[in-house]
């Protein structure tokens, strides 16, 4: 099972039939298709996270150093915000899987062995999907709003790992250089 686990993880949770719980699913199937380094495994954990996957991690003699978790987070924000967090500052009850059962504590024991970051997007919808599952042009059946969060998660969790992508460019003057020569002088 060694092969599970990298000195770096992302994991991505949730049910990506529950509308805005793909959030973690629908990032990490953004990450796949970006190079990374042999250092980093990125696991579409699904509902497995919590009850397979940590579990085996905490057993498990593999050096990870840094795990990124990626899933919804009811913080009170407005759909589709955004927030970074470790397992200390969860309150209690306030990171539970579909049957309720409290994640925190689990991440707290595990964060004694690692580096833990959540990234959580606040779901505006958790509901059973209405769209046909015969649908093929949708890949993930999260809201627009939540959709329009996975380019910052991705972006997130790349500084989280120490993964510099470039920036992107916004106008033909910061790619022609301009706005670096005005600023010498020239």
Avoid at 129 to 134: A, G, K, L, Q, T
Wanted: with cysteine.
């Amino acid at each position: 099972m060694l092969d599970w686990y990298s000195e770096n993880m992302v994991v991505g949770c949730g049910n990506p039939l529950q509308t805005d719980d793909g959030f973690g699913p629908a990032v990490v199937s953004e990450l796949k298709k970006i190079a990374l380094p042999e250092n980093v495994k990125v696991l579409d954990a699904g509902l497995a996270g919590p009850h397979y996957l940590f579990t085996l991690m905490a057993q498990s003699e593999a050096p990870v150093r840094k795990m990124v978790i990626v899933d919804i987070l009811d913080f009170g924000g407005e759909p589709g915000q955004i927030t970074k967090v470790t397992p200390d500052f969860l309150p209690p009850g306030s990171y539970t899987d579909d049957h309720s059962w409290g994640l925190r504590e689990p991440l707290r024991v595990l964060a004694e062995r690692m580096e833990i970051i959540i990234i959580g997007c606040q779901p505006e919808c958790i509901e059973l999907s209405r769209i046909s599952n015969e649908d093929e042009s949708y890949e993930f059946w999260v809201t627009d709003t939540v959709k329009k969060a996975i380019p910052k998660a991705v972006r997130l969790v790349l500084d989280e790992i120490g993964v510099d992508y470039g920036h992107t460019i916004s106008s033909q003057k910061t790619h022609l250089g301009g706005a670096a020569a005005e600023t010498d002088g020239a």
